[in-house]
């Protein structure tokens, strides 16, 4: 292939180093700088030279000119919802991302539960609270205690699963008041909670194709046997064997398809990838539980280990409205991320800890380390936020990706490191492959 692109990614984090690495191994790309980015994406592994990956600071509409970039790929969802894709758009630059109207489905709670009661996507039951003085009584209209949820972006910590009325009440409360969210909280969506077992499921739209990608499983408590508080997310699997064929099928119609042509009907076609975070009931039923606009982290590194297709092709085909339909596809591979996340996260992650033992467990076979909260401080990789890395393997099973990831973990250090021991335990004790 004669082209090779160059490609940014914002961000700096283990999803944007997932994603660099992913870019880099595909054919059509040359070159990936990330924005911020963090200590891994400085430089490319030996197995990917000649190509290049480093990390650059500014904004990133100035360096994709400076660097005359061919596509920008935006990673988290804050610079999503305030409108960088139509920034970038509006400069010339080519971006992989929605733009900040339809990113709605992520930044307003309210707009996405009113967006898919008004296209048959199944969700569960909700109320939309602006007023302290009526959350009281719309708290009490549920039988069972509400989930509690801030309407705008509170970097992922919005949701109150809360066990009695009362401590569903104080939560909206502290939210309208202004007091745990500030603006984010001024809308408050209270909703039925489900039961059931959670799936990410993403498609890559280009507006009015879409390409499901696999499913993959979070985990998001901090503590083995889903005890103790919600993080960003400790590990996943994918494929997750919970997303039968039939299921996947499913969710296909009933969810992604929907949201594409919901979002075409009111204008705002929607390119980039969209993530369902789905609960699938003990009866077997599919409840959209949110949308995010951009993929999951830690879901982006296992995802991508399990497909095969070029990358650069398919970001861009979709950035472009001209996605093609096998642009990605399963590779038949299993793969399994455990996050080491720092002392004290997610209260409040210590940082500056040096790491040891990171070269040691990248070289085993199928291993990739990849880097979230890192920096260098004279020449050595310490902490520098609460997810500090993402361990990945990849295998022909899922039993083999997760003995290698583990015994890559091992061999990494720091102090006050924290990472879950039951990254798919269900799946082996339940049994399923
Ligand atoms: P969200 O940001 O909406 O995904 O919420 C974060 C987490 O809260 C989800 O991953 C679920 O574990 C939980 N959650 C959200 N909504 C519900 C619900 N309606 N019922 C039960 N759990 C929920
Ligand atoms: N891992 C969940 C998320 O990215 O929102």
Redesign the pocket.
């Given at each position: 292939m004669a082209l090779r692109r160059k490609v940014l990614v914002v961000g700096s984090g283990g999803r944007e180093h997932a994603l660099a690495l992913g870019l880099l191994e595909a054919e059509s790309v040359g070159e990936v700088i990330v924005t911020p980015g963090n200590a891994g994406t400085r430089a490319a592994p030996a197995r990917l030279a000649p190509k290049i990956l480093r990390s650059a600071s500014g904004s990133p509409g100035d360096i994709a000119q400076s660097e005359a970039v061919d596509l920008v790929v935006i990673g988290p969802e804050a610079p999503l919802c305030a409108g960088l894709t139509d920034e970038l758009t509006d400069r010339g630059i080519h971006v992989f991302g929605p733009t900040r109207a339809a990113a709605r489905l992520e930044g307003s709670k309210a707009f996405m539960k009113d967006f898919a009661v008004r296209h048959g996507i199944r969700t569960?039951r909700h109320e939309v609270v602006t007023e302290l003085a009526l959350a009281e009584a719309a708290v009490r209209r549920f039988a069972e205690p509400p989930?509690v949820?801030a309407d705008g972006l509170c970097g992922g910590k919005g949701?109150v699963?809360a066990d009695t009325h009362t401590a569903a009440l104080a939560a909206a409360r502290g939210m309208l008041s202004g007091e745990s969210f500030g603006a984010a909280g001024k809308a408050v969506v209270l909703?039925?909670?489900?039961r059931g077992a959670?799936l990410s499921l993403h498609a890559l739209i280009d507006g009015e194709r879409w390409v499901v990608l696999p499913a993959a499983q979070d985990h998001?408590r901090l503590l083995d046997g889903d005890r103790g508080p919600?993080t960003g997310g400790m590990g996943t699997y994918a494929p997750a064997p919970l997303a039968a064929p039939e299921l996947l099928a499913r969710a296909e119609r009933e969810v992604f398809e929907r949201a594409v042509h919901g979002m075409i009907t009111e204008g705002h076609p929607f390119r980039g990838v969209l993530f369902a975070?789905l609960?699938v009931t003990p009866e077997g039923e599919l409840v959209l539980?949110?949308f995010n606009v951009r993929f999951g982290d830690p879901e982006t590194q296992v995802m991508l280990a399990t497909l095969e297709g070029d990358l650069g092709e398919a970001l861009d085909g979709a950035a472009r409205g001209a996605l093609a339909p096998g642009a990605l596809r399963p590779s038949g591979e299993h793969a399994l991320c455990v996050v080491l996340a720092a002392g004290g996260y997610p209260e409040e992650p210590r940082t500056g800890a040096p790491i040891s033992g990171l070269e040691a467990a990248g070289t085993l076979e199928g291993v990739s380390v990849l880097h979230a909260g890192t920096a260098l401080v004279e020449e050595r990789v310490v902490t520098a936020g609460g997810r500090v890395l993402g361990v990945r393997a990849r295998a022909r099973t899922l039993e083999l990706a997760r003995e290698r990831a583990y015994a890559a973990v091992e061999r990494i250090h720091f102090e006050g490191m924290q990472y879950r021991r039951d990254i798919a335990a269900r799946v082996f004790e339940e049994g399923a492959s």
């Open positions: 569960a989930v949820k949701v699963v909703e039925e909670r489900v959670e998001k919600n975070g609960m539980l949110e």
